[in-house]
């Protein structure tokens, strides 16, 4: 069935006999099983890419639509340490976690707390984050105009890497270490130290936690810095993964963010890497065989999934009674 | 707010009647309206555009005005522009602003086809002439509108057949047999992939193998490469924006794939650009367009390119935030036209600056080659040679006209 | 004192002569602004935007669902005008009914969304959004859709005649807010928002109203689009479904107020005077000073302007 | 006994994942009746009366109301045909004033024409609010409230759902008096209360549950005696 669709687009020239079989079906393989596996590679950066969404809206029940946009400024400090101080970006990326953390406290204390306090926090989160999305936009493009920018490429290693018979970017298995660890960091943290204890408790109710006298403030502050430093992280690797980095890709970012956490499960953060894999293969797939109609493939997923199985894989009802 | 437009309004038409009525008598400024995007994904096209625009408008003023032969005098070039910000919604309110409030004298449109897109019927609804910078979208150009130009850009249809030609005429003598297609789904580059798979079949020399569109917003070819690579093709023509082609070209080199020809639009036309974010050894090798920005016509008006490449990183230092490029190349060629239509039209009249520009047609020599119009207004003059980057000195790429020969200064190497 | 029978009756009466007064004093203003302004197009975009900030307040003002998607009806507009006149070569005015049909039929295929709440169903419907434009957009339907190779429709343009279809949509729209705004219906729609258990133990069919705001809601967005594909007569599938017109309306509706009829006239009057006005001046600061507006309003104003008022207990209309 | 009672409920069943919250109960009530449901929390009470009144889909077993089975149809058609029900935490509409939210439901709920919005206004003692949006309400009159709500539409059986917690005394007498004049206009109500002193004063006979399943019916002074009733309200706390 695949087969087939694959070659609709120069079906014309199959006919012509340009391909004979032999050589296709042996082609068509190799197409196969290299998708899948660079769809997992690169699944594993969109895990990434989508965990500290997750995480902030599985703690505080709100979407940080400016997810993108920080992502977009991680990428612009490693572009910016390494121009001016010749910083290596795995240095860099370091330097974003912290620096991340600490700006992530203050930007939650001064909008968070008091947008939760309204009517309904969930919807007007969208709005808010849009707002500053657009002032982080609005900044990044005043102070370094709107050309693509990027590291090069032998920061990471040149020439490809052979995974199970497919060519893959050194970079790419870089940034799916990182991604790799950064899942394991985040597992560690919210089930191996009090405060991810502490995390989780408001993560099932947050009415409950305050109740029981957990600074649930403090609580959600730190997950918004480590959320915003997973972001940073990630937009370190991004000119690696996307090419180049440009102060608007914030909002394609979120979409596709958005898809995986959905899929994956959320309010779970762990759930992202299931949602990162399933989309980095199914995106893989679709390159491979529908490639004009790949962008489809994030939104589909999210609607189909909001609609068939709205809980996601270990459940949250999202449905109005 | 209203009433605050109003006076706005009332202001300008004040102005305009004054300027109606001093005409006869040669206008204190000729005024100049465009729109540029500071912001937004066409950001990057646009400002080469705009800036190099302006550079000529100052130029132009600091050396006491614009010729204009309808009054026999120079007189100083007044610009009002405004920010579209990428959108069109926003770029057809000011297209309006600046023919009804401002009434500019000349109306020049944004970079690309999308924001030029809503101009046109504008323009040809308020009967203004709309200086096309490089919107080559093949709906604005029918015989029924006498009030557009194409200025640079050649129609996205005609531009790449020196590479089709290319192929099945070097490219066969070296066993070039068959060519992969990849290209992003928008207006410019799509009209382009399908301008070349109809060459391809036309000359019958070259079989496509692969002819795949992939949305603009790609940013990841590593599967598409390999894909490419399992048909083992013996060209690959990747047509995309800027971002496409450094995502394509980074893509390319970390697979370790290689193809006896590659071709990317943006490897030559903006290739500072692309050389800041892959690199010199990922380019080594590719063909391109050969920009006006590497390739130095004699030019009969203005500065040549080397001039104007000068005066470009006087006044835009490097590091400024945008580079020089074909756009850049664009943006300049543009005021050149202005400057020899307003030497030769008649009056400041809309019909009258539509003969004039049509009369330069064919003898307008700048840096940017031939300026030669079809006669609904579509560009075919601009001729854009096949080239190749290659190596010169140690960690320098050179963009080497390669075809076709009359216009060569290098010689093609193909891959093994 | 309560009022009964008679009274209250008369005091209804009073209210919707009232709001239907605010609704022509602002379709005649526009009428007679394009008779003293020139810039038509800038009207032209006001008008539009008037009309989709209270299509999109018949949705969420009245049952609270935002979708962020909203742009998808407006481009399923464009798109269903243009192809009748391209395909069919019809009139403007059958263009305009295709225009009806295609949001429609697109609210028809999306009302499973509306089982999702809150943040799920304005990020689904953002999700419809893209992926119609994907389909339109896609060069495998160039025969169809034109692609991405943008639309002309040279044949039918009429800038004025347009202008007073968009006009006529914008009446329609505004009747149908003071509709809904006086009527037991929209009154039984604020119910459902208000609390949908709740309203179904009142007797009111819950999926049949939120159903009839829904449709009510793209058809508007799907008119404007139509009447804008009609106006501009030439453009590409970025400009119809750009996502900036869902989020502007979004924002001239929540910095006015929402349920209001006031509230989202202002808010259109207001922010997209200041853009057509500052925006236009200072452009680099613009993108940043509307961030934080909207921060702000979030924050501090999170029921609009009008609600400046309504908190001291004055009715707005 | 009455030979048709207004309201029967057979082996009602309703599982949420694996938990049966209502584990095959039954009862009957007839018109002008007040039958209480009583027993320990998450014994299942308020989910009966959820499932009765079409919120939930029933599992199992069935439910007949005025002759005919209800099981599966809508809550708003339940309105219309005379079902209504108060709820535990009132809902009114917030945005709406207290006129709109009563105007609401006698406008859908299908009552009989010339339905005297504000005469029940005023024997709830809700007329002075008439024009003052829901919100403004404290908890008490946001009860009677939807108190008011669901009467608007007439119904002939009420499912009143923990009405009384909350009120003080003077309050609580006065719900009393109003829920028994309902009875006494014809209307059946199953209420489900913890009060005894109030299910005392209002109801005609109770029906006690644990763990999903009535197990006790009778009248309460009977029920206060039995030792089964005794254990289960000592030692099935439990359950909840």
């Known amino acids: 069935m695949w087969r087939r669709r694959g070659w609709r687009a120069f079906a014309r020239h199959d006919d012509e006999g340009i391909l004979d079989d032999q050589g296709t079906l042996h082609d068509d393989t190799n197409m196969l099983t290299g998708a899948i596996i660079a769809g997992v590679v690169f699944g594993l950066y969109y895990t990434l890419v989508g965990l500290g969404l997750n995480l902030v809206f599985g703690v505080m029940r709100i979407v940080n639509l400016a997810h993108g946009d920080f992502l977009m400024l991680g990428g612009i400090a490693a572009w910016f340490l390494f121009t001016s101080l010749g910083l290596h970006p795995l240095v860099s990326a370091g330097l974003v976690v912290v620096v991340f953390v600490l700006i992530g406290l203050p930007i939650y204390y001064l909008v968070v707390p008091r947008l939760l306090r309204s009517r309904d926090s969930e919807m007007l989160s969208l709005i808010l984050f849009f707002g500053v999305s657009q002032m982080i936009e609005a900044v990044t493009t005043i102070g370094l105009g709107s050309t693509e920018r990027s590291l090069p490429p032998r920061l990471l290693g040149v020439g490809p890497v052979i995974l199970f018979g497919t060519r893959l970017p050194k970079a790419w298995i870089f940034s799916a270490i990182a991604s790799a660890v950064a899942v394991l960091l985040v597992y560690l943290y919210l089930y191996r130290t009090r405060l991810g204890t502490l995390t989780r408790a408001v993560m099932v109710s947050r009415d409950e936690a305050l109740a029981t006298g957990i600074d649930v403030n403090f609580v959600s502050a730190v997950a918004f810095g480590i959320s915003l430093a997973l972001a940073g992280v990630a937009g370190v690797f991004a000119p690696f993964i996307l090419g180049s980095i440009t102060p608007n890709m914030g909002v394609a970012i979120n979409i596709t963010a958005f898809a995986v956490i959905v899929v994956g499960t959320l309010g779970n953060p762990l759930g992202t890497l299931l949602g990162g894999i399933i989309y980095g293969v199914s995106l893989m797939l679709m390159q491979t065989y529908l490639s004009s109609w790949a962008n489809l493939l994030p939104n589909l997923l999210l609607i189909a999934v909001l609609l068939v199985r709205p809980e996601g894989i270990f459940g949250r009802k999202v449905r109005r009674a | 707010m209203k009433s605050k437009a109003l006076a706005l309004g009332l202001l300008c038409a004040v102005a305009a009647a004054g300027s109606a009525n001093a005409q ?393 | 004192m309560p009022d009964t029978g008679a009274e209250a009756r008369a005091k209804l009466v009073r209210r919707v002569i ?300 | 006994m009455s030979p048709e009672p207004l309201l029967n409920v057979e082996g009602l069943v309703k599982r949420f994942g694996g938990f049966r919250a209502l584990d095959g109960v039954s009862f009957h009530l007839n018109p002008g009746e007040v039958l209480g449901l009583v027993g320990p929390n998450g014994s299942g009470k308020t989910t009966c009366i959820n499932v009765i009144c079409g919120l939930y889909a029933a599992d199992g077993g069935s439910v007949t109301y005025n002759g005919r089975s209800i099981v599966g149809e809508k809550s708003h058609r339940l309105v219309k045909s005379g079902i209504n029900r108060t709820f535990q935490s009132p809902r009114p509409f917030l945005s709406l004033t207290v006129r709109e939210n009563v105007e609401v439901a006698a406008h859908y709920g299908d009552p009989k024409p010339g339905f005297d919005i504000d005469a029940l206004l005023a024997l709830l003692e809700l007329d002075s609010y008439a024009q003052r949006p829901a919100a403004e309400l404290n908890s008490a009159q946001q009860k009677t409230l939807d108190l008011a709500r669901a009467m608007a539409t007439e119904p002939r059986l009420l499912l009143v759902d923990e009405l009384a917690a909350g009120l003080n005394p003077a309050e609580l007498s006065r719900m009393a008096d109003r829920l028994r004049a309902l009875a006494d206009g014809g209307m059946a109500l199953l209420v489900v209360e913890h009060l005894m002193g109030f299910i005392d004063k209002v109801t005609d006979r109770v029906v006690v549950m644990a763990a999903g399943k009535e197990f006790f019916g009778g009248t309460l002074a009977d029920a206060t005696r039995d030792p089964e009733v005794i254990r289960v309200f000592l030692g099935g706390g439990h359950h909840g």
């Open chain 3, 18 to 317: 009232l709001d239907t007064s605010i609704a022509a004093v602002v379709v005649i203003g526009m009428g007679v602004a394009r008779g003293v302004y020139s810039n038509e197009l800038m009207l032209f975009n006001f008008v539009m935007f008037l009309a989709l900030a209270q299509g999109l307040n018949i949705i969420y003002g009245f049952t609270g669902y935002l979708p962020f998607g909203y742009v998808g009806f407006y481009g399923a507009g464009a798109y269903g005008f243009s192809l009748v006149v391209m395909h069919l070569h019809a009139s403007a005015l059958v263009g305009m009914a295709a225009a009806a049909v295609a949001a429609l039929v697109l609210a028809v295929i999306l009302l499973p969304l509306l089982r999702l709440s809150g943040a799920y169903f304005a990020i689904a419907s953002m999700a419809a959004a893209q992926a119609v434009y994907e389909v339109v957009a896609n060069p495998d339907l160039e025969n169809i859709t034109k692609g991405p190779y943008g639309v002309s429709l040279s044949d039918v343009f009429a800038p004025a005649f347009s202008y007073y279809i968009a006009l006529a949509i914008l009446a329609f729209t505004l009747l149908l807010v003071v509709w809904l705004r006086n009527s037991r219906f929209g009154m039984s729609l604020q119910a459902i928002r208000d609390d949908s258990v709740s309203a179904a133990m009142a007797g009111v069919s819950v999926v049949r109203g939120r159903t009839i705001a829904w449709l009510l809601s793209a058809l508007v967005a799907g008119l404007v689009g139509g009447v804008f594909a009609w106006h501009i007569s030439v453009f590409y599938p970025d400009t119809a479904f750009d996502l900036n017109i869902s989020i502007f309306a979004t924002v001239f509706l929540l910095f006015g107020g929402a349920t209001t009829l006031c509230g989202p006239l202002l808010g259109v009057f207001i922010l997209y005077g200041i853009y057509n006005v500052i925006g236009i001046a200072v452009p680099q600061y613009f993108e940043f000073t509307y961030g934080a507006l909207i921060v702000l309003l979030v924050l501090f104003l999170p029921n609009g302007l009008v609600s400046l008022l309504t908190n001291r207990g004055i009715r707005v209309p």
């Open chain 2, 24 to 416: 006869p008598a040669a206008p204190a400024a000729i005024t100049i309206g465009t729109l540029y995007a500071s912001s937004g994904p066409y950001a990057s096209i646009s400002m080469p555009v705009f800036d190099a625009f302006k550079l000529w408008v100052d130029q132009t003023n600091a050396a006491g005005g614009v010729e204009v032969k309808a009054f026999g005098k120079k007189i100083p070039i007044k610009l009002v522009a405004y920010d579209d910000q990428s959108s069109t919604a926003t770029a057809a309110t000011l297209y309006n602003q600046l023919i009804t409030q401002d009434h500019v004298d000349l109306l020049v449109a944004d970079s690309g086809s999308v924001l030029t897109s809503v101009g046109v019927p504008i323009a040809k609804e308020h009967k203004q002439f709309l200086f096309d910078v490089s919107g080559t979208g093949a709906a604005f150009f029918t015989k029924d509108n006498p009030y557009i130009a194409l200025m640079s850009d050649p129609v996205s249809t005609i531009w790449p057949h020196y590479i089709s030609d290319f192929l099945a005429d070097q490219g066969v003598k070296e066993g070039v047999k068959t060519v992969a297609i990849l290209y992003s789904t928008n207006d410019f580059t799509g009209t382009q992939a399908a301008a070349l798979k109809g060459f391809f079949e036309r000359d019958g020399k070259v079989k496509i193998v692969y002819y795949q569109g992939v949305p603009t917003t790609t940013s990841n070819y590593t599967v598409l490469i390999n894909n490419i690579a399992a048909l083992n093709p013996d060209a690959v023509l990747e047509l995309g924006y800027v971002g496409n082609d450094i995502a394509f070209l980074r893509n390319l080199q970390d697979s370790g794939e290689k193809f006896r020809f590659v071709f990317s639009i943006y490897a030559g036309t903006e290739k500072e650009e692309i050389e800041k974010n892959v690199g010199i050894s990922a380019m080594n090798g590719i063909y391109s367009y050969v920009p006006a920005s590497d390739y130095e016509y004699k030019p009969d008006v203005g500065m040549d390119q080397k001039a104007f490449h000068a005066a470009w990183d006087k006044k835009y230092p490097p590091g400024s935030g945008v580079a020089f490029g074909a756009n850049a190349i664009y943006g300049y060629m543009t005021g050149l036209v202005v400057q020899q239509t307003l030497a030769t039209t008649k009056s400041l009249d809309q019909m009258a600056i539509h003969d004039a520009v049509f009369g330069l047609s064919g003898k307008l020599k700048t840096l940017d080659g031939t300026f030669e119009l079809r006669d609904d207004g579509a560009q075919i003059g601009e001729v854009t040679p096949l080239g190749q980057l290659q190596p010169e000195g140690k960690d320098k790429l050179k963009l080497v006209a390669v075809y076709p020969p009359d216009l060569a200064n290098g010689k093609a190497i193909i891959g093994k």
